[in-house]
């Protein structure tokens, strides 16, 4: 059974920071992207960062390219998201996805994902 859990959500002042992390089990993680999306108070789900299986490849959504890094470790079969220079509009539930096929690339469409966690919440006070 493939199983994400995500962890490192929290409360923070805006300009903060936080890390979030999704560990992986139930599949080999170092054959597959991975991918970071979040879901705000009445709005659609929306992708905010990938990174490829071998982690030479990461896209980023225009509103957080600069201020967000998206990484791996394969040995921990966990993906991680670094979040610098927070804003309130960054607040959502974050939710590690990761994708349906072996050694593809990043993508920011949420059907080429096909597991996904159960979410960490993110809130940014101004």
């Known amino acids: 059974q493939v199983r994400l859990v995500e962890s490192g959500g929290g409360l923070v002042q805006a300009g903060g920071s936080l890390s979030l992390s999704c560990v992986v089990s139930g599949r080999t993680f170092r054959l597959y992207a991975m991918g970071w999306f979040r879901q705000a108070p009445g709005k659609e789900r929306e992708f905010v960062a990938a990174?490829?299986?071998?982690?030479?490849?990461?896209i980023y959504s225009d509103s957080v390219k600069g201020r967000f890094t998206v990484s791996r470790d394969d040995f921990k079969t966990t993906v991680y998201l670094q979040m610098n220079n927070l804003k309130p509009e960054d607040t959502a539930i974050y939710y590690c996805?990761?994708?349906?096929?072996?050694?593809?690339?990043?993508?920011?469409?949420?059907?080429?994902?096909?597991?996904w966690g159960q979410g960490t919440q993110v809130t940014v006070s101004s």
């Open positions: 996805a990761i994708q349906n096929t072996i050694f593809r690339g990043p993508y920011n469409v949420r059907d080429e994902y096909d597991y």
């Open positions: 990174i490829s299986w071998n982690g030479k490849e990461t």
